[in-house]
T-cell receptor, first 110, second 117 residues
């Protein structure tokens, strides 16, 4: 079953703008991860945040986690056309399985 | 590092035939590999978890006799879609956990697109 629910389902912005995607989940987690998928390709791991962490940065990416609200956000700053892709959150449990959300399709217009 | 390959990248077959998809970890040993299926414009659905040297664990609703998984070594897992039908057409993606790095991150292959006519 799908644990994570991303919103928005689709997001279109101009190059240089920031993009924020949200993810909500239902059960307890060990960690939450964000992945990117270019059309018709495999997934690229972006960032992992553990359940005892509240915020994490990696380059132009900023991820927050609020376990009380069971939600996470991914912020991409100063977006580029190359950031155009689908972004998925995935929750990780104790058995190392990942449960993926439905994804957000981000389009960055040049 | 942490590269996962899949072969073939795409395959077209006739209904009733079997198709084998390979997933290899190229530069690390994978304790566990996972197989996912993704329909167009949808998310990834976990099909099964494959541990080297033991039987795969299938998710609810996934037919183990239809989707045969073999994890013969720490760098290779195979998924065989037996007697494929058009409804099996999908994008199949594998991932692997790095034994040395331990933990939670999975490294994904580029996927295999299967079209059953």
């Amino acid at each position: 079953s799908q644990q994570g629910e991303e919103d928005p389902q689709a997001l279109s912005i101009q190059e240089g703008e920031n993009a924020t995607m949200n993810c909500s989940y239902k059960t307890s987690i060990n960690n939450l991860q964000w992945y990117r998928q270019n059309s018709g390709r495999g997934l690229v791991h972006l960032i992992l945040i553990r359940s005892n962490e509240r915020e994490k940065h990696s380059g132009r990416l900023r991820v927050t986690l609020d376990t009380s609200k069971k939600s996470s956000s991914l912020l991409i700053t100063a977006s580029r056309a190359a950031d155009t892709a689908s972004y998925f959150c995935a929750t990780g449990g104790s058995n190392y399985k990942l449960t993926f959300g439905k994804g957000t399709l981000l389009t960055v217009n040049p | 590092g942490a590269v996962v390959s899949q072969h073939p990248s795409w395959v077209i077959c006739k209904s009733g035939t079997s198709v084998k998809i390979e997933c290899r970890s190229l530069d690390f040993q994978a304790t566990t590999m996972f197989w996912y299926r993704q329909f167009p414009k949808q998310s990834l659905m976990l099909m099964a978890t494959s541990n080297e040297g033991s039987k795969a664990t299938y998710e609810q609703g996934v037919e183990k006799d239809k989707f045969l998984i073999n994890h013969a070594s720490l760098t290779l897992s195979t998924l065989t879609v037996t007697s494929a039908h058009p409804e099996d057409s999908s994008f199949y993606i594998c991932s692997a956990r790095d034994r040395e790095r331990g933990a939670e991150t999975q490294y994904f292959g580029p996927g295999t697109r299967l079209l059953v006519l």
